[in-house]
T-cell receptor
């Protein structure tokens, strides 16, 4: 049972444009969500998080939106840069403080 | 952000041998460490949760006698893959958190690529 889903395995965006990565979840008990960025053969790097009591959190070029009624969150990157090319994982904080990860979306920024 | 060091970054071992992977929190005390495994083109799958000074809690389907986890101090956890076989070849990642405060952020190690030949 996949509690956190990233339905797009890959996404290509032109440099300078906005990248939007989506994530859906099924467990309404999740109360904290995080986005991680991962390069090949490296561990994930924390990007940005959002508490379930908020609907938006912004940090520089990264903004995360949370729609609790739809159980959906998204990560916006603007403007997109070549260095943003990586795999992005959304994660939700579940019971016993465990992070539940989505399958990841490979973002490619084209020059 | 905080730093979690994972060692080694890659290892090749012969089938039947054991491999130990270390996870250290360098600038904070980790009350809890998580061990993940990532298969190619798949998500990170949680293997086990370890709390300092107590036995690890393993996820369903993970053999605790095969994947030995020790969390003897607030800065070090180890994962030992015993009697490794080729199907154990994977990318193993640790994550460390200090659950005593309000910061819920998890910091990840660089990962270890294990290849069993």
């Amino acid at each position: 049972d996949q509690q956190v889903k990233q339905n797009s395995p890959s996404l290509s965006v032109q440099e300078g444009r906005i990248s939007i990565l989506n994530c859906d979840y099924t467990n309404s008990m999740f109360d904290y969500f995080l986005w991680y960025k991962k390069y090949p053969a490296e561990g994930p790097t924390f990007l940005i998080s959002i508490s379930s009591i908020k609907d938006k959190n912004e940090d520089g070029r990264f903004t995360v939106f949370l729609n609790k009624s739809a159980k959906h969150l998204s990560l916006h990157i603007v403007p997109s840069q070549p260095g943003d090319s990586a795999v992005y994982f959304c994660a939700a904080l579940g019971g016993a403080q465990k992070l539940v990860f989505g399958q990841g979306t490979r973002l490619t920024i084209n020059p | 952000g905080a730093v979690v060091s994972q060692h080694p970054s890659w290892v090749i071992c012969k089938s039947g041998t054991s491999v130990k992977i270390e996870c250290r929190s360098l600038d904070f005390q980790a009350t809890t460490m998580f061990w993940y495994r990532q298969f190619p083109k798949q998500s990170l799958m949680l293997m086990a949760t370890s709390n300092e000074g107590s036995k690890a809690t393993y996820e369903q389907g993970v053999e605790k006698d095969k994947f030995l986890i020790n969390h003897a101090s607030l800065t070090l956890s180890t994962l030992t893959v015993t009697s490794a076989h080729p199907e154990d070849s994977s990318f193993y990642i640790c994550s460390a958190r200090d659950l005593r405060g309000t910061n819920t952020e998890a910091f990840f190690g660089q990962g270890t690529r294990l290849t069993v030949v």
